[in-house]
């Protein structure tokens, strides 16, 4: 009975981790179109569409190249190269996003609450779309492939707080 504990006690330890691939980690940049005018692209009847521009990402590189050795007496001589790549280029996209009818106070005191339980909300559940909102919006869609501060649908559903197509399940 020992020998058998420590083993069910792991098994049912092991129900409570999360699973990956659910709804919640749902790659949202899958559902991002390149923009191409300043019209939305034509998709099902009634959805509601968002504009985004994520600007370019550069990252500088500083690298000492030694010009001189060390010699008897004498430290080596360095000189700085810098060098500029671009890690991600500048993206103008259209994402679907909840209607405005929808984005009611209860809506988004419902985002609020699922991100509050998420650990990205910190503020007061006001139903109100404020700077903290908007903020911790960004927190849940950045590390998912969409870095905005509008609601995406995608990121409504993987909250559990927009109706989910049968289709994704």
Same mark, same amino acid.
């Given at each position: 009975?020992?020998?058998?504990?420590?083993?069910?006690? @792991?098994?049912?330890? =092991?129900?409570?981790?999360?699973?990956? #691939?659910?709804? +919640?980690?749902?790659?949202?940049?899958?559902?991002?179109?390149?923009?191409?005018?300043?019209? $939305?692209?034509?998709?099902?009847? #009634?959805?509601?569409?968002?504009?985004?521009?994520?600007?370019?990402?550069?990252? &500088? /590189?500083? /690298?000492?190249?030694?010009?001189?050795?060390? @010699?008897? #007496?004498?430290? =080596?001589?360095?000189?700085? &190269? &810098?060098?500029?790549?671009?890690?991600?280029?500048?993206?103008?996209?259209? *994402?679907? @996003? $909840?209607? /405005?009818?929808?984005?009611?106070?209860? *809506?988004?005191?419902?985002?609020?609450? %699922?991100?509050?339980?998420?650990?990205?909300?910190? %503020?007061?559940?006001?139903?109100?779309?404020?700077?903290?909102?908007?903020?911790?919006?960004?927190? *849940?869609? /950045?590390?998912?492939?969409?870095? +905005?501060?509008?609601?995406?649908?995608?990121?409504?559903?993987?909250?559990?707080? +927009?109706? @989910?197509?049968?289709?994704?399940?």
């Amino acid at each position: 009975m020992r020998v058998l504990l420590p083993i069910i006690v @792991t098994i049912a330890l =092991a129900g409570c981790n999360p699973t990956s #691939g659910g709804l +919640s980690d749902a790659k949202l940049s899958d559902g991002l179109i390149p923009a191409s005018g300043d019209n $939305p692209p034509s998709g099902p009847d #009634g959805a509601c569409w968002a504009r985004d521009v994520t600007p370019a990402v550069i990252e &500088t /590189e500083i /690298e000492q190249v030694m010009v001189a050795p060390a @010699t008897d #007496g004498l430290a =080596a001589t360095f000189r700085s &190269t &810098t060098r500029q790549k671009i890690v991600q280029d500048r993206r103008d996209v259209w *994402f679907r @996003t $909840p209607c /405005e009818a929808e984005m009611t106070v209860p *809506f988004v005191a419902s985002v609020q609450r %699922a991100l509050k339980a998420r650990g990205l909300y910190r %503020a007061p559940v006001t139903g109100e779309m404020d700077a903290a909102t908007r903020l911790a919006i960004r927190q *849940f869609q /950045e590390p998912r492939g969409l870095d +905005s501060e509008v609601l995406s649908l995608g990121a409504a559903q993987a909250l559990g707080i +927009s109706a @989910t197509d049968i289709d994704r399940l």
